[in-house]
């Protein structure tokens, strides 16, 4: 399963934030120059023959070789697995569209405008009860069109030190269903901390998204559009970011994380930290780096919200490039959603489903590991419908040829926590640099 953590390492950069291609560059890459799609990578299949795009890194692909290969020999039809190198894929996307050579399916890391046109409506795939996807994680247009369903997903996470924890004699919450406040969370990192000499109680990524994910919990919106697309925070997101501002103190909290870029991981992994805000993707590194101590995913916080902040790990699409070929394009998607398929695509590829109920087997040696997947598992359908709002958000900025290029939630509330500025300065500051 090291495969696992490679596939996030090109999809996530440090702290975990999502390594997606900046919208901007998406939107504005008609100015590049058209180059060749490459030989055999083409558009424009038959009913009895697709091209399929992915982009990951070699071994990363064995769930979708699997399901290819188990769909031939099912219907007859083949479908060609073409992997595309990451850095270059938005913009090969881009060019193939310009010269009309679209494939037939793809996993993509975002939507263009150049192409979203081309999309075939999933909705058919999505509403099918008998599949169960998560209708919170969906790209969709204006019309309500289904663009494009999540090939997997990622969330945001709570680790701990279970060794620490388990000296200190406090107790955690063993289910979703029953879980703990952030007030409580830190309350008991805080006790442990004492106890046992830890240097933290916690170190949180220097991340926008688990920040959202933080406020979500709390009731809040963070940085939200309303109707005319002008962005505010509410009451609640401005109690929720003073909150985590006040927790980086040097003892809850190092200042050194949001201020200088120090890494958290890293941290929690010395041994020296009681937990760590992160998510989903750290799981597969973990069962195999942290030797020292025991560790365990544990239940998100909610203050009163059971949420997070959920994003597609790719987004399927299908390309309306011919009569027969869409109309095998959707049969292929249709087939791959099918709850046994998608479970083995699931298991091989290591992914988090979009599916609820569907209880992968993952081949995990680690039992905590397969404890963290389990857990994530079980409360990704517990999630308010906030946890997908960003996700979809983005999607929405990019139909419209809007973008925000560089977020500046890590910076402003470096400087909140540096004492710099006052908190509502830094939010007004976030604010601005979204509207």
């Known amino acids: 399963m090291t495969s696992v953590g490679v596939r996030r390492s090109r999809r996530l950069g440090r702290g975990g934030i999502r390594r ?34 992915i982009s990951t890194v070699p071994g ?16 007859g039809v083949d479908v060609k697995l073409v992997n595309i190198p990451y850095d270059g894929y938005p913009t090969k996307l881009h060019n193939a569209a310009q010269a009309n050579s679209l494939p037939d399916v793809a996993d993509v890391p975002a939507l263009d405008p150049i192409w979203s046109s081309k999309l075939i409506d999933l909705s058919s795939i999505a509403k099918n009860k008998t599949n169960n996807i998560n209708a919170n994680f969906l790209a969709k247009d204006s019309s309500g069109k289904v663009l494009s ?16 924890f388990k000296k200190a ?60 697309g002008k962005f505010s925070v509410d009451a609640a997101t401005k109690k929720a970011v003073e909150y985590f501002v006040g927790l980086n103190d040097d003892k809850t909290m190092p200042k050194s994380v949001w ?27 973990f069962a195999t780096s942290i030797k020292k101590f025991d560790w365990a995913s544990v239940p998100t916080p909610a203050e009163p919200v059971q949420a997070s ?15 027969a070929a869409a109309t095998a394009a959707q049969k292929f998607l249709s087939w791959v959603y099918e709850p046994d398929h998608y479970r083995e695509l699931c298991e091989a590829s290591g992914f988090l489903p979009v599916e609820s109920g569907l209880n992968p087997k993952y081949p995990f040696t680690s039992e905590a590991a397969q404890a963290a997947f389990k857990l994530y598992n079980e409360e990704i359908p517990l999630y308010a419908p906030i946890s997908g709002y ?6 929405d900025w990019v139909l419209k040829g809007k973008s925000l290029t560089t977020d500046p939630t890590k910076t402003e509330l470096g400087k909140a926590i540096n004492g710099q500025q006052s908190v509502d300065k830094a939010l007004e500051n976030i604010v601005a640099g979204y509207n």
């Not at 939107?27 to 799609?37: D, E, I, K, Q």
Request: glycine share 12%; with cysteine; net charge neutral.
């Open 390 to 395: 960003f996700n979809g958000a983005q999607t």
């Open 149 to 164: 369903i999540p090939s997997d997903v990622t969330a945001s996470g709570l680790f701990i030190n279970e060794t620490l």
């Open 60 to 75: 990363q692909d064995a769930g979708w070789k699997k399901l290819v290969a188990q769909y031939k020999k099912e219907t």
């Open 259 to 285: 201020t200088s870029g120090a890494d958290p991981s890293a941290m929690f992994q010395s041994g020296d930290v009681v937990a760590y805000w992160s998510g989903v993707w750290q799981v597969p590194a």
């Open 169 to 228: 004699g406090v107790a955690v919450p063993t289910s979703p269903q029953n879980t703990w406040t952030w007030t409580d969370f830190v309350k008991a990192a805080n006790k442990v901390r004492e106890k046992t000499g830890a240097k933290y109680s916690l170190t949180f990524d220097q991340s926008p998204s688990r920040l959202r994910a933080m406020v979500y919990e709390m009731g809040g919106q963070y940085v939200h559009a309303d109707s005319s």
């Open 20 to 53: 997606l291609v900046p919208l901007a560059a998406v939107a504005t890459a008609g100015a590049l120059l058209l180059s060749a799609c490459g030989s055999g990578s083409g558009s424009g299949g038959t009913s009895k023959s697709l091209t399929f795009w």
């Open 309 to 323: 902040d959920v994003n597609s790990g790719g987004m399927m699409v299908g390309f309306n490039n011919n009569g």
